[in-house]
Structure formats: structure tokens, C-alpha cells
């Protein structure tokens, strides 16, 4: 049975950081992509980050809204990714989720051969 299971979301201050992880477990996630997501109260699930099975930083991509903020890497190794979460703001305030898919970074967002971890609270105060 596949389990991903996000740690290291919190509390801080803006202008803070945090570093969340993710472990995966089940399976071999050879060829997977990994990446990260967020929602915030009352918006939709959004993406923020995604990494390649590589690991190497030229295989990544950001949001737009945290590109030199966040920081995506992944140790194969481990099965496990996280989100280096630098100069945070108070709109970064969301419930954090991991996915991984089957296939590239350009396509994590999609359906199909994805694992969701069920997330963890980042609340960034003003």
C-alpha cells in the first residue's frame, strides 16, 4: 500500500522559514515525479513545486508566486522529497500536500498514476 506522509508544517512569522518533507512508501518510485501543492481556506488546490526523478535542480519548476522563495529537492535513496520554504508571507498559509506521479514534472498536474499524501498546516503569521 503506497503512504505518503508530509511533516513540518507550522507556525511562524512572516519573513520566517520551514522545511517540509515527504515520505513515500510501497512502492518503487522509479520515473515518478514528486512535487507539491497547496490550499488555502476557501481556494482551490494549486501547485507550487515539482521535481523529476533526476533530482537534479535543472529539473524542477515553481510557481510563479514562490520562484526564489522555495527551494524542491528529493534524496531517490529515501523516497523522499521536500520544499525548503524561505521568506515566507502570510498568503503562503495553506494545507501543504505531496503528490507523486508517474511520468515528468510538466506533468504532475495531471490524473491518473498519482499518489496524494493527506498534508500538513503551514500558517504564516503577519
Known amino acids: 500500500q503506497v503512504q505518503l506522509v508530509e511533516s513540518g508544517g507550522g507556525l511562524v512569522q512572516a519573513g520566517g522559514s520551514l522545511r517540509l518533507s515527504c515520505a513515500a512508501s510501497?512502492?518503487?518510485?522509479?520515473?515518478?515525479?514528486m512535487g507539491w501543492f497547496r490550499q488555502a481556506p476557501e481556494k482551490e488546490r494549486e501547485f507550487v513545486a515539482a521535481i523529476g526523478w533526476s533530482g537534479s535542480s535543472t529539473d524542477t519548476n515553481y510557481a510563479d508566486s514562490v520562484k526564489g522563495r522555495f527551494t524542491i529537492s528529493r534524496d531517490n535513496a529515501k523516497n523522499t522529497v521536500y520544499l525548503q520554504m524561505d521568506s515566507l508571507k502570510p498568503e503562503d498559509t495553506a494545507v501543504y500536500y505531496c503528490?507523486?506521479?508517474?511520468?515528468?514534472?510538466?506533468?504532475?498536474?495531471?490524473?491518473?498514476?498519482?499518489?496524494w499524501g493527506k498534508g500538513t498546516l503551514v500558517t504564516v503569521s503577519s
Open positions: 503528490k507523486v506521479r508517474l511520468g515528468t514534472i510538466a506533468t504532475i498536474d495531471r490524473l491518473g498514476m498519482h499518489y
Open positions: 510501497g512502492r518503487t518510485f522509479s520515473g515518478y515525479a
